[in-house]
């Protein structure tokens, strides 16, 4: 595994240079390029605050700023395993014709993502900053929580993409499990409510605590008379159980698709 990471690291140069294509690509031929990165979710918080502030009514409190501290890392987890499901493939000829780390591919995929994820943060502040929230109390804990998931991002991507090159169906079938995976993961509503018995196994995905952690540090901070746990600094921390299990989930999750990321890898020549 060290020799492993040692080579990735010998083909950084390689690593963003597909980062920056995957960038490239994405926006080639748009007006707009790179602002459609904040534009996406200031559109889907528009389109969600009417839907469950004035339709249905749920009665959360600025539900905008509610709806995207959870939305937009979920988005990036969402887009890096769709977009990632197909890389291999979608690569072929790289993987047949150069010899080098084909991990960097899916990470390449990560890492483009986090760029447009790091964008769309903006777009999170300046809403903070309309409703008065005071989010830098806490954005020192911004950069360890983003590290986390980046490398539970990146286990679930290697897992998939690797998959893929032998199941084509998986790259259909995770887009089906991205959305359940939505639902399952209390972006659109609170935690709290859902029913007690069910919250403890609803923590149990690492998403929902990453949804929570981001509302801690950014949403909690106005209305922390919302919060039934608090800690010395004053907002809500989950169990610690919860962020044992979270932490050992997602570095399982992270080394279990290194590892079959590499049994496959031999194959890929022969499969794509």
């Known amino acids: 595994m060290i020799s492993n990471f040692k080579k990735l690291f010998a083909y950084r140069e390689l690593l963003f240079s597909l980062t920056k294509k995957e960038l490239k690509v994405k926006y080639r031929g748009s007006v707009l390029g790179f602002f459609w990165s904040l534009l996406n979710p200031v559109l889907i918080m528009l ?7 004035i339709v249905l009514r ?7 700023v509610f709806l995207l501290c959870a939305l937009l890392p979920f988005n990036f987890f969402q887009n890096s395993v769709n977009y990632g499901a197909g890389c291999v493939i979608a690569n072929a000829n790289l993987v047949k014709k150069i010899y080098f780390p084909k991990e960097i591919i899916p990470l390449s995929i990560v890492l483009s993502n986090l760029v447009n994820f790091l964008l769309e943060l903006v777009v999170l502040f300046v809403v903070l900053s309309i409703f008065k929230y005071k989010f830098y109390t806490y954005l020192y804990l911004l950069p360890l929580i983003i590290v986390i998931e980046v490398f539970f991002v990146s286990g679930v991507t290697l897992l998939v993409s690797s998959l893929n090159v ?37 923590q149990l995905n690492p998403m929902a ?10 949403y909690y ?9 608090q800690d010395n600094f004053g907002f809500y921390i989950p169990d610690y159980r919860i962020i044992l299990i979270c932490l050992g989930i997602t570095f399982g999750v992270f080394f279990l698709g290194y590892f079959v990321f590499k049994k496959i890898e031999p194959r890929f020549a022969e499969e794509v």
């Open 166 to 202: 032998l199941f084509r169906d998986l790259q259909h079938l995770v887009t089906i499990l991205m959305m359940v995976w939505f639902f399952g993961t209390p972006i659109i509503y609170p935690l709290a409510n859902v029913p007690e018995r069910f919250q403890f196994w609803m």
């Open 221 to 229: 901070v106005k209305f922390r008379d919302f919060v039934k746990y």
């Open 47 to 53: 389109v969600y605050s009417f839907v469950f502030t």
């Open 58 to 64: 749920q009665g959360i409190k600025e539900f905008a």
């Open 209 to 218: 605590v990453f949804a929570t952690f981001y509302r801690d540090i950014f």
